[in-house]
């Protein structure tokens, strides 16, 4: 349904509407995105920050990494591990500058299943905040959920205070654990559950209310307020505005600036679909995963196995880019 020009002056756009019911949250490495739609937070991944990495506006952050890479020396291999470290926090300390809360920096994928590698890079990470005068507060770090890094993320959360959000987490076995685990905040991805049931199922079309990706994260956010669980569930990945208004309510939703530029120029009236109160009403049970009760859970549900490794795969590609871009310019 259009709205009248008058009307439309009155009325708040969707996306100012969503900010009273949900923290918008910029899923970019492009500072003039976050300058655009001012969002409380923002998170980043090695495929956006490859993707910013290679906008010659950016240049000077990728010459500083470099230069910060072969400043500390040793192997080649250390160098540009060093500079890809740094170059995701000089990114992260820039998106810093521009918004009041806090910024998502992840783990190299490739640690997915080395619980201790990953505690020790997330330090690494944190340590080099300190360094750019950023205290932990306003960090979080991304970790895979897999069974290690969400052991991971609970030893940084309990022992370490540091915050933590799990990625690439699509089934509810990972939602659990990570509740139980009392990391900060996860991370389900929306779009790319719909992308497994388009590709896998006869059904290419869905209705928001019927999206599978909306039916999972509404399943978990409702289970984390029915049992009061502190953990923030952030929507992500999404794949059109339909899914975002649909969870209108959720704690967090992390949004591309390409679908934060539609909703910024859309004018309906956008009702809350997410409740504390309602979530508390559902029937639901508790349970408690071990090792082994997770990885049977979670290996029972084939969209979210094939997505997990092939979102560690992805992410790993785009890490290995990123430091063959750095090589060239380390070995010059």
């Known amino acids: ?161 540091i915050h933590c959000n799990m990625t690439l987490l699509f089934s509810f076995a990972q939602a659990v654990a990570c509740a139980e685990a009392g990391v900060t905040l996860i991370s389900p991805f929306v779009g790319r559950i719909l992308d497994w049931y388009v590709a896998n199922g006869d059904k290419k079309t869905y209705e928001p209310s019927e999206d599978p990706g909306v039916k999972s994260v509404t399943k978990i956010y409702n289970y984390y307020k029915k049992f009061g669980y502190k953990t923030i569930v952030m929507g992500a990945s999404f794949r059109n505005t339909g899914e975002i208004k649909a969870l209108t309510g959720c704690d967090y939703l992390t949004i591309s600036p390409k679908l934060l530029a539609e909703l910024s120029k859309e004018y309906v009236k956008l009702t809350p679909t997410l409740s504390v109160k309602e979530a508390q009403a559902c029937e639901l049970e508790k349970i408690h995963l071990d090792e082994k009760a997770f990885r049977w859970h979670h290996n029972e549900d084939q969209m979210a196995v094939e997505k997990l490794s092939d979102g560690i795969r992805k992410f790993a590609a785009d890490a290995i880019k990123l430091e063959r871009m750095l090589k060239v310019d380390v070995i010059s």
């Open 1 to 161: 349904m259009s709205v009248s020009p008058v009307k439309r002056q009155k009325m708040e756009s969707v996306l100012d509407q969503l900010k009273h019911h949900t923290t918008v949250v910029a899923d970019t490495g492009d500072f003039n995105a976050i300058d655009e739609y001012k969002p409380l937070d923002a998170t980043t991944n090695p495929s956006l920050i490859l993707a910013a990495a290679q906008m010659p506006v950016y240049q000077e952050l990728v010459d500083d990494a470099v230069a910060y890479g072969k400043k500390l020396g040793g192997s080649e291999e250390e160098q540009i591990k060093n500079a890809c470290d740094k170059l995701f926090v000089l990114f992260g300390a820039e998106i810093l500058k521009r918004i009041p809360g806090r910024v998502s920096t992840e783990v190299d994928a490739r640690l997915s299943f080395d619980k201790e590698g990953m505690i020790q890079r997330a330090r690494r990470l944190i340590d080099l905040y300190k360094e750019a005068g950023i205290g932990k507060d306003r960090i979080l770090i991304k970790l895979s959920s897999t069974w290690e890094g969400i052991q991971a993320g609970k030893v940084l959360e309990a022992e370490y205070g």
